[in-house]
């Protein structure tokens, strides 16, 4: 996807120098040997194996020439705690650990390496520095069980580096109505975001400067045609559409600055649909689809999450209202509710944001809700729909009031059952969810957005949190043990 960055993922062994350096050798090479056999890509072994502070520059030296941007430390024994938290702290990107295990009880007489040893003291280092590392559940590791931890940790660094080299672009105030979705920026400051917040008229002095741009309007609206077929229900709106998202593509060339990667937070309603005479919700969704998400009303964290959501997915993501219940009659019997019962469905809506390969069934529509308060004519443009059946993985990281960065992660289903409804929607599943919507959403008051990918990547999202520093991560709790506050009386 575009927008997103390429993890190039350095192993790093280390020795300490009182165990043989060919024991750390032998295993990386076993350890490589077997990403070159699972096809992990952009993985690379550095050629100096750290046992003293020399050696860390050195390896440093490496890691810069050859565009290292995330590391493993391999302790192939007990390792020099010392030079290897040293790389970790000079390094200063994503940084994972895992050790060694024991071969078989013919290694256990000479050549055994004690790396179960080696974690607690990087634990401890790692600590006295101050650096945030992640180490897996079970970071002592067979060269087999490795590469699953790797293929991990790209996903996790992916998310963190993404993080570290963005910027979040909004146009327009927050609606009055919808304050849910201001929210103190200093956070994204604190996290190394970017923030760049411009006026809904700059918008539309953006959206006239591109206008001259033919030959490039008419190649989108092409696109757009391509891509909706038979959907194509407003043709006389595509050639605006195509305009807008040259507007905001033009945009992102040219304001992500010293940044890597953009995302949007743009308003849309009320005043955008009488000035720019239809909705904006389908170029939205083409930009979230090729990976620069577009978050409705403003919600600069709604971005952010649906950012974060991508980079650890690989795929588009998309932003919804935690929306309506689900009316027994919409569910047939029998349905299969993948382990979540009936309290714990719910309706996932916006007006038409999702971008139509995570739509079962689509079409350009126009937006209901607005139109009961202006013409139809002008609130043409939502891609509206049934949400595809997939695993999901609703997200969201947001500022309290407090300027205290809070976050939940649950994962679940998109059921494959007609809404019945209108917009782009979907009813998910997601096991425990009734309790986890009064204790967590609405007792931790987090807004009605959520950032929603198509895969279950809480594992990735979790731990990206926990590099990044944020460690208020709510998830939905088994029966039987209590949400904090929770009335035991109440159950």
């Given at each position: 996807m575009l927008n997103q960055p390429v993890v190039k993922l350095g192993i790093v062994g280390v020795s300490r120098d009182c165990f043989p350096a060919s024991l750390t050798k032998a295993r990386l090479a076993a350890l490589m040997d077997e990403v070159r056999k699972a096809a992990l890509p952009e993985v690379f072994d550095c050629p100096v194996i750290i046992e003293n502070e020399n050696d860390t520059i050195k390896a440093?030296?490496?890691?810069?020439?050859?565009?290292?941007?995330?590391?493993?430390?391999?302790?192939?024994?007990?390792?020099?705690?010392?030079?290897?938290?040293?790389?970790?702290?000079?390094?200063?990107?994503?940084?994972?650990?895992?050790?060694?295990?024991?071969?078989?009880?013919?290694?256990?007489?000479?050549?055994?390496?004690?790396?179960?040893?080696?974690?607690?003291?990087?634990?401890?280092?790692?600590?006295?520095?101050?650096?945030?590392?992640?180490?897996?559940?079970y970071p002592n590791v067979t060269p087999q069980e490795a590469v699953k931890e790797l293929a991990d940790f790209r996903h996790i660094a992916r998310v963190v580096i993404g993080m570290k080299n963005l910027k979040v672009i909004g146009f327009g105030p927050r609606p009055f109505d919808f304050?849910?979705?201001?929210?103190?920026?200093?956070?994204?400051?604190?996290?190394?975001?970017?923030?760049?917040?411009?006026?809904?008229?700059?918008?539309?002095?953006?959206f006239e400067k591109v206008a001259s741009r033919k030959a490039e309007i008419d190649a989108i609206a092409k696109d757009m045609e391509k891509e909706l077929?038979?959907?194509?229900t407003y043709p006389e709106i595509i050639g605006k559409m195509?305009?807008?998202?040259?507007?905001?593509?033009?945009?992102?060339?040219?304001?992500?600055?010293?940044?890597?990667?953009?995302v949007f937070a743009n308003k849309c309603w009320p005043a955008w649909q009488p000035v720019f005479e239809f909705e904006p919700?389908?170029?939205?969704?083409?930009?979230?689809?090729?990976?620069?998400?577009?978050?409705?009303?403003?919600?600069?964290y709604g971005a952010v999450s649906e950012y974060m959501a991508e980079c650890a997915s690989e795929m588009p993501a998309t932003l919804l209202d935690i929306n309506n219940s689900v009316p027994e009659d919409v569910v047939p019997n029998g349905a299969d509710l993948k382990g979540a019962s009936m309290k714990n469905l719910y309706m996932g809506f916006h007006c038409g944001n999702t971008c139509s390969q995570c739509m079962k069934d689509c079409k350009i529509k126009y937006q209901l809700i607005q139109a009961r308060l202006m013409s139809p004519d002008i609130t043409k443009g939502t891609l509206e729909g049934q949400i595809m059946p997939s695993a999901t993985t609703m997200f969201r990281l947001q500022s309290n009031s407090d300027s205290k960065l809070v976050s939940y992660i649950a994962e679940g289903h998109f059921l494959d059952i007609d809404p019945c409804s209108f917009g782009g929607i979907g009813i998910a599943a997601i096991p425990g969810f009734a309790r986890f919507y009064r204790h967590v959403l609405v007792g931790k008051r987090f807004p009605h957005h959520g950032a929603y990918a198509f895969k279950n990547v809480g594992k990735i999202l979790f731990e990206a949190l926990h590099l990044l520093g944020v460690n208020d991560i709510n998830?939905?709790?088994?029966?039987?043990?209590?949400?904090p506050g929770e009335n035991p009386f109440a159950i």
């Open positions: 440093l030296d490496w890691a810069r020439t050859n565009g290292i941007n995330a590391v493993c430390m391999f302790l192939g024994n007990f390792g020099p705690e010392g030079p290897t938290t040293m790389f970790v702290q000079k390094f200063q990107g994503p940084a994972m650990v895992l050790a060694a295990k024991e071969e078989g009880k013919a290694n256990l007489a000479s050549d055994r390496g004690d790396a179960l040893c080696g974690v607690l003291n990087f634990s401890y280092n790692v600590g006295l520095r101050r650096l945030r590392v992640y180490i897996p559940e304050l849910a979705c201001n929210a103190p920026i200093q956070p994204l400051y604190d996290l190394g975001v970017e923030v760049q917040e411009n006026s809904e008229l700059d918008m539309k002095v953006q077929g038979s959907r194509n195509a305009q807008l998202e040259l507007a905001i593509t033009d945009w992102y060339e040219n304001n992500k600055g010293a940044c890597n990667y953009a919700c389908y170029v939205n969704s083409r930009l979230t689809g090729r990976g620069i998400p577009v978050a409705c009303e403003v919600d600069l998830t939905p709790l088994p029966a039987g043990q209590l949400y």
